[in-house]
Nanobody
Framework: QVQLVESGGGLVQAGGSLRLSCAASGRTFSLYAMGWFRQAQGKEREFVAGINRSGKSTNYANPVKGRFTISRDNAKNTVYLQMNSLKPEDTAVYSC?????????????????WGQGTQVTVSS
């Protein structure tokens, strides 16, 4: 079983940056593809970015391409989401998720484990 804990959320002005971290428990982190998802108030959860087990392949949702970067450090059991040029429409609760043996899919149902989430608020 994997436990995921996100950090790094907060309040930022439009155009600013934040870096989210997701720390995973256990010694099998490298066997899991990881994803970041977000859910804005009153909306469904949506895929943001995914990364495969080695970190060599990434996948982004169109609204964040060119602004967000997902990365991972398997030695530290941590996945990151660097968010630049933030917009008010990026405001949401951001959660990380783990997919055993996966490849960073955008499919919510591919992920077995989820963190509690961290709030990101972008003011205009």
């Amino acid at each position: 079983q994997v436990q995921l804990v996100e950090s790094g959320g907060g309040l930022v002005q439009a155009g600013g940056s934040l870096r989210l971290s997701c720390a995973a428990s256990g010694r099998t982190f490298s066997l899991y593809a990881m994803g970041w998802f977000r859910q804005a108030q009153g909306k469904e959860r949506e895929f943001v970015a995914g990364i495969n087990r080695s970190g060599k392949s990434t996948n982004y949702a169109n609204p964040v391409k060119g602004r967000f970067t997902i990365s991972r450090d398997n030695a530290k059991n941590t996945v990151y989401l660097q968010m630049n040029s933030l917009k008010p429409e990026d405001t949401a609760v951001y959660s990380c998720a783990a997919d055993f043996g996966g490849n960073g899919s955008s499919d919510t149902y591919a992920y077995e484990y989820w963190g509690q989430g961290t709030q990101v608020t972008v003011s205009s």
